[in-house]
């Protein structure tokens, strides 16, 4: 299940969202540091709607979307690198994530303690991230002290190895996030992925916004925007209070209550799409009278790899897949009127199997 970390400086609403995330009120919340003394961690459906179609034409009543599993990690504080506040014991949690959703706060209040005395989003994301770089770049050199003999040897591998491991001190000197793409090659790439380092993870910065900037934003927030941009991260705005709100409501209430903001849709689901689009994540769906179900992929993986997901028996025993796109289930409303217009069709190992597509995989036992 892909996992995402909520990560940011005491009291900038994280572990308010992460309640709010989850409808679990299971994260205390409380106008002091470290209030999350042990990562909460909650899961979270993505929202489908492809699915609640799909339920009637198949005559099912079991839906099963696919999930994120959300992990609210204690407020870090500036030497948490070094062991400062909780600071070692949630790096090591920070590390098993897939991506980070680091919290800002872009609101003013006098009741609410900031940490550091005043509001500054961009210097919170720099504590932050140079903390994150700093305990990254430990690990780093104490990898390279070992694989540095190996290299002088001659071996290729260490010698690869040392080269990246080279490249990543000077960039995580820099104290900055790195695009894995951007600064290293397609032999290069497995072996910074291999480190599980925290500073190459995909980042969302989540904007935690008064209710009454929650439309247009601040001037904070225009802040955390630029920076974003020019460091290959998101944004989302949120407002934590708000989602507070919409999680103790019904789903009408809930969709009327964000249209009296003037918002289409919660912060949560643009923070969860936001994550499947930097994660460049898809869904297929499989669809039957016992249920309908949706699974997540990576973007241009192939139909093996879809079937491995449902079960590893699947991707070893894989023959063909029987594959229907969402639109034309959806016009032709059955599997057999499908099969008649012929826009059901077998596809093969090399497939890359598409967002939306509606598959049953065939398969040797």
Not at 86 to 113: K, M, P, S, W, Y
């Amino acid at each position: 299940m892909l996992r995402t970390g909520i990560v940011g400086l005491p009291n900038v609403g994280k572990s308010t969202l992460f309640n709010a995330l989850t409808s679990a009120k299971n994260a205390q919340s409380a106008n002091y540091p470290f209030c999350t003394i042990e990562p909460n961690v909650g899961v979270v459906t993505v929202p489908d709607y492809r699915l609640e179609v799909l339920k009637p034409l198949v005559k099912t009543d079991i839906v099963i979307p696919t999930a994120i599993e959300f992990v609210d990690i204690a407020g870090l504080v500036k030497g948490a690198s070094k062991g400062e506040g909780l600071g070692n014991q949630f790096l090591h949690t920070i590390r098993e994530v897939d991506a980070i959703i680091q919290v800002v706060r872009c609101f003013d209040d006098e009741n609410t303690i900031h940490v550091t005395g005043k509001i500054n989003p961009l210097d919170d994301i720099e504590t932050i991230n140079t903390e994150l770089a700093l305990a990254d770049l430990a690990t780093v050199e104490k990898r390279q002290a070992k694989t540095g003999k190996t290299a002088k040897s001659g071996d290729k591998e260490a010698v690869l190895e040392n080269n990246v491991l080279t490249k990543l001190t000077q960039l995580l000197s820099e104290g900055k996030f790195i695009n894995i793409r951007e600064h290293f090659n397609e032999d290069e790439i497995p072996v910074v992925k291999g480190l599980h380092l925290m500073s190459v993870k995909p980042m969302i910065y989540c904007a935690n916004v008064s209710e009454f900037d929650l439309k247009s934003g601040n001037a904070y927030t225009k802040a955390v925007e630029e920076y974003a941009k020019t460091h290959g991260a998101d944004v989302v705005l949120v407002s934590a209070k708000i989602e507070s709100e919409l999680a103790e409501l019904s789903p009408e209430e809930a969709k009327e209550y964000l249209q009296e903001l003037g918002i289409e849709d919660s912060g949560i689901n643009r923070m969860i799409k936001v994550v499947y689009h930097l994660l460049d994540l898809r869904t297929f769906i499989t669809a039957g009278e016992k249920e309908v179900r949706a699974w997540t992929i990576p973007a241009g993986a192939k139909a093996p790899q879809a079937a491995g997901v449902i079960h590893t028996d699947f991707e070893k025993g894989f023959i063909r897949a029987e594959v229907t796109s969402y639109k034309d289930f959806v016009e032709c409303g059955s599997y057999a009127v499908c099969k008649e217009k012929g826009v059901t069709r077998l596809e093969g190992k090399d497939y890359v199997v598409q967002d939306g597509d509606i598959v049953h995989f065939r398969f040797s036992a």
